[in-house]
């Protein structure tokens, strides 16, 4: 159940060996929105803004045996990466939205991987391989698939990348009751030195802020639980100073996302913290140290828009037109909402929708 758990916070990712030409890095792409079309078949949209008219339009085609996991877009760029969970094992395939031509991070089906992280400049991504035989974290070129190996621990579990490239955090655990450690490297792993070590405690999912001077994690108790109750931390990059912001979720595997302008984070939070139903969507506002919490349930991680205005975010439970208070039950079918900051309104955005962001 451990293991759940942990790869609960970033899913496996399995390879498959189908493959199209990889298109010229050179080819220029549009900034934009995007948001995923789950009816009849998956279709990325892209459009020029928020609710603008749709401007291309992607199948994603799911490989065999394989059904949707996340979509993660590049901080800075044209890629996509999406994951899928497969019967084989889960996969990551990576999306050109200029030439809506794809292909698979790897290419040997036999190594199964997992998504990391991005780097700052959207050209290379980090995956987990070989969890099941010899662990490995490496570096992938987006559009060449050329592998770099950091030289980190086989226990990571996790990984991010500092905003201006320098530097990867990640954090790892030799299981249970050993707690976790975190730790902060080169570029390539080397030079490692250990920023946090609890003996009780998991910390994952840490985030640097846009500027780089802090690092939002949630922290959650070293145990068997699959959906525990968390905790929303903020330390300084060199690791001091680290305190409790609020009470979050865990058990989704939801990193903490950063507003674009460094002020809010949002994260799923609990209404009820040992109850893992009793979901929201909360935002931490860091100059008014006030938390704002949405009575929306996510089943996607929030997105913010790139001028901090609003956070969208996919969720099946039906909610009051204009408000964000639930009027039902949830259901089968997963809807896309926003949120805007300015109103603290929620309102819908696309039905039989998810996954949306932001093509920077």
């Not at 621990?153 to 990984?159: E, G, R, V």
């Amino acid at each position: 159940m451990r293991t759940r758990l942990l790869f609960a916070l970033m899913v496996l990712v399995g390879l498959t060996n189908a493959c199209t030409p990889t298109p010229s890095p050179q080819a220029p792409y549009s900034p934009g929105f995007f948001y995923l079309a789950l009816s009849p078949d998956p279709i990325l949209i892209l459009s020029d803004k928020l609710g603008s008219a749709p401007r291309k339009q992607i199948p994603l085609n799911p490989p065999t045996d394989c059904s949707l996991y996340a979509l993660r877009p590049a901080p800075l760029g044209r890629w996509i990466a999406v994951e899928w969970e497969c019967s084989f094992g889960p996969a990551v395939e990576l999306f050109d939205t200029a030439s809506g031509e794809s292909h698979f991070a790897l290419s040997d089906p036999t190594i199964d991987s997992r998504f990391l992280a991005w780097q700052p400049d959207g050209k290379a991504l980090y995956l987990k391989i070989g969890t099941l035989s010899v662990p490995q974290t490496l570096r992938i070129d987006a559009a060449t698939s050329q592998a770099t190996e950091l030289s980190i621990s086989p226990f990571a579990y996790d990984l991010t990348d500092s905003p201006d490239g320098k530097r990867v955090l990640y954090s790892l655990t030799k299981g249970i009751g050993f707690g976790s450690e975190t730790w902060l490297a080169g570029p390539d792993g080397q030079n490692p030195s250990q920023l946090l070590v609890d003996a009780s405690n998991i910390t994952a999912l840490a985030q640097y802020a846009p500027d780089g001077s802090q690092i939002a994690y949630i922290k959650f108790p070293d145990n068997q639980n699959t959906t525990p109750p968390g905790e929303l931390w903020l330390m300084d990059a060199n690791g001091f100073d680290a305190h409790k912001l609020a009470t979050a979720d865990a058990g989704r595997g939801f990193a903490p996302v950063w507003s674009p302008n460094g002020t809010q984070i949002a994260f799923i939070g609990r209404n009820q913290p040992e109850d893992p139903a009793s979901l929201n969507l909360s935002v931490y506002d860091l100059h008014q140290a006030k938390l704002i919490t949405i009575q929306a349930v996510p089943g996607t991680p929030p997105a913010w828009s790139p001028d901090s205005t609003t956070i969208t975010f996919g969720s099946k439970t039906p909610l009051i037109a204009g408000s964000a208070t639930p009027s039902g039950s949830g259901n089968d079918t997963m809807n896309l909402w926003f949120y805007e900051i300015s109103s603290g309104q929620v309102k819908k955005l696309v039905s039989a929708a998810c996954c949306a962001g932001w093509i920077r």
